[in-house]
């Protein structure tokens, strides 16, 4: 009896250890974030006979485009030449059977936003043609992280030192970081990935640039 008596006191008072150790463990926790803007270092255009928009990944044709006067992909090609501007055509198979016939999309490769201007400014005034931007390859973030990491713990740091200030405390060491991954599951933001890839304009460009990306990070900071 004596010896359960014992080991319940000892369990007991390990226990009371714990709680006044994490009373003890007092922290503040800020979050903090960097926006990083990269550049845009290659664009592909896509240029089709005849006015269509693209709808979750699908082409639609504008059937009013039938009823006037197509270019031909050559008199596309003579504006483009005319301006020295590169093009190759698409290879894709759609295997579709239409009584129009199908014509080859026409891919401009550039090399930034000035060539894209150049090459809206030569088609603006071309009729029964649609333009848009199929695809855009931007800089590494990788060669901006380090900065954007120092900048974040910049502002926590000032963040948590002003919280501590004003609660009659101390700042301590960090306890803890963890990266804030955003959410992307409301209706907005579905939204605003549908119309990215949906082509309403004849000269759509996504407002594609600069490219946006956000890190949010958490940090615990000790109380003293």
């Known amino acids: ?18 709680i006044v150790y994490s009373q003890e463990k007092r922290f503040v926790e800020v979050i903090a974030s960097d926006t990083i ?5 290659q664009i592909t255009y896509k240029i089709s006979i005849g006015q269509s928009y693209e ?36 290879d894709e198979q759609e295997y579709t059977i239409s009584t129009t016939e199908s014509k080859p999309d026409i891919l401009v490769v550039l090399k930034d936003e000035t060539e894209l201007k150049k090459l809206y400014n030569t088609l603006k005034s071309a009729k029964g043609i649609s333009g848009k931007i199929s695809e855009v390859a931007y800089e590494p973030i990788s060669k901006y ?3 954007s990491y120092k900048n974040i713990y910049s502002k926590a740091l000032y963040q948590a030192t002003l919280l501590a200030k004003t609660t009659n405390n101390s700042l301590g060491k960090v306890i803890s970081i963890n990266t804030v991954n955003g959410e992307a599951t409301n209706y907005m933001d ?9 082509n309403l304009g004849m000269f759509n460009t996504n407002n594609a640039f600069p490219k946006k990306e956000e890190i949010k990070m958490s940090f615990k900071f000790e109380l003293n």
């Open 145 to 147: 992280i380090e900065t």
């Open 37 to 41: 803007e990269l550049k845009a270092i």
């Open 1 to 18: 009896m004596k010896i359960e008596l014992k080991s319940f006191l000892i369990i007991g008072l390990l226990f009371f250890s714990v």
């Open 55 to 90: 709808f979750m990944g699908m082409k639609v044709p504008d059937k009013t485009s039938e009823k006037e006067d197509l270019p031909s992909i050559s008199d596309i090609t003579a504006l483009l030449d005319k301006e020295k501007i590169k093009y190759t055509f698409s």
């Open 190 to 198: 579905y939204y605003k990935q549908l119309m990215k890839s949906t």
